[in-house]
């Protein structure tokens, strides 16, 4: 429970640092810090009951987008603001560098090894982006009219069909 406690907190820091690092305005400093600590127990609950890097960043990334899309609606402001110090902490940066540094070491089993969990870390942070992102396009472009008639505004000109 402790090293739970430790890790949220670091996540807030390093949300918070990194939203400095970046000039954010100080307004949504706060906001962003807590969208990583909780991003980051989103992805700790999520390794806990699944046990694989991929899924629970998945997760913990497709959670960090949506909560960025909506700080960016009730703040008025531009979701990457937000969504960007929010993911932070689902960064591989150690693995990054013990895959380095095994490479550099000649030790290509534990380089490959590294490797691939910065490559499980990084391609579950784009695709639960793209998940959100799509989402949010394909709702966006499809809702209904306003009037309760039910009336698809699907934009179907676009056609895959010549």
Not at 92 to 97: A, D, H, I, R, T
Request: charged fraction near 15%.
């Amino acid at each position: 429970m402790r090293d739970m406690i430790i890790q949220l907190c670091m996540a807030f820091l390093g949300s918070a640092g990194f939203s400095l690092l970046f000039h954010l305005r100080r307004k949504y400093l706060f906001i962003t810090s807590f969208g990583g600590m909780i991003t980051w127990a989103v992805y700790l609950a999520a390794f806990h009951y699944c046990g694989d890097v991929f899924w629970s960043c998945l997760l913990a990334a497709v959670f960090g987008a949506v909560y960025g899309e909506l700080q960016a609606r009730l703040q008025k402001a531009p979701s990457t603001i937000f969504f960007i110090p929010t993911v932070v902490p689902l960064i591989p940066g150690s693995n990054l560098y013990y895959t380095l540094f095994y490479i550099v070491d000649g030790k290509n089993r534990l380089a490959w090894e590294n490797a691939l969990k910065t490559g499980k870390y990084a391609s579950a942070i784009a695709i639960g982006t793209a998940i959100v992102n799509t989402g949010l396009y394909m709702w966006k472009k499809c809702r209904k009219n306003d009037d309760g008639t039910g009336v698809d505004r699907c934009d179907h000109s676009e056609s895959a069909v010549g």
